[in-house]
Each structure stands twice: as structure tokens, then as C-alpha cells.
Nanobody, 119 residues
Framework: QVQLVESGGGLVQPGGSLRLSCATSRSIFSINAMGWYRQAPGKQRELVAT???????NYADSVKGRFTISRDNAQNTVHLQMNSLKPEDTAVYYCSARIVNYLGVKDYWGQGTQVTVSS
């Protein structure tokens, strides 16, 4: 079982920055993969950025060069630094965690945090 709590969303002007945080209820080292997804109104949830326990990262093409995913192992927290924000980045952002064990694969989700990019 993993509990995820996101924070850091809000309203920002185009070109601005925000930093999202996701606190986990267990050690990051015990989680196979973590990441951020987002869902805009009327659209499907999409991948933003992920990293594996081995440290490999993956970004959506639309955020490459602007967003950075990182982790604080001591605090069991994952961050998403978002720079040069655009109106099309407006969405609810969700933190995710994937656990793979002998029982199979299970994904966990946070409650989401709203990011609005508007002037």
C-alpha cells in the first residue's frame, strides 16, 4: 500500500514556474517507478514525467527542456519543477507510484493538484 499526497499547484502566469511535490508513505527505494501525469478538461490523462528505481527518467515531448522530475530520498518525496509554463500546461497533475511484486503490478495515485497557467 502506498499513499501519495501532492502539493504545490496553483495559478501562474505564462512563462512562470511552479514546483509540485509528492510525499509518499513508504521509502522511494521500495517503489519500482514514480511519476507525474496530468489531465486537462475533456482530455485523457497523459504522462508528464517518470523515473524508475534505477534512476532512468522519461518525459513527454511537450515538456522536455521545461520540466524536471527529481526525488528526495531522505524525505520520500518526488518533485516536478515546471518552468516556462504555457496555458496548455493547465491541468490537474497527479502523482503516481507503481509497485511490482509477486502479486503483480499495482498503480497508486494521489488526489491531484490543480495547475492553471493564465494571464
Amino acid at each position: 500500500q502506498v499513499q501519495l499526497v501532492e502539493s504545490g499547484g496553483g495559478l501562474v502566469q505564462p512563462g512562470g514556474s511552479l514546483r509540485l511535490s509528492c510525499a509518499t508513505s513508504r521509502s522511494i527505494f521500495s517503489i519500482n517507478a514514480m511519476g507525474w501525469y496530468r489531465q486537462a478538461p475533456g482530455k485523457q490523462r497523459e504522462l508528464v514525467a517518470t523515473f524508475t528505481s534505477g534512476g532512468n527518467t522519461n518525459y513527454a515531448d511537450s515538456v522536455k527542456g521545461r520540466f524536471t522530475i527529481s526525488r528526495d530520498n531522505a524525505q520520500n518525496t518526488v518533485h516536478l519543477q515546471m518552468n516556462s509554463l504555457k496555458p496548455e500546461d493547465t491541468a490537474v497533475y497527479y502523482c503516481s507510484a507503481r509497485i511490482v511484486n509477486y502479486l503483480g503490478v499495482k498503480d497508486y495515485w494521489g488526489q491531484g493538484t490543480q495547475v492553471t497557467v493564465s494571464s
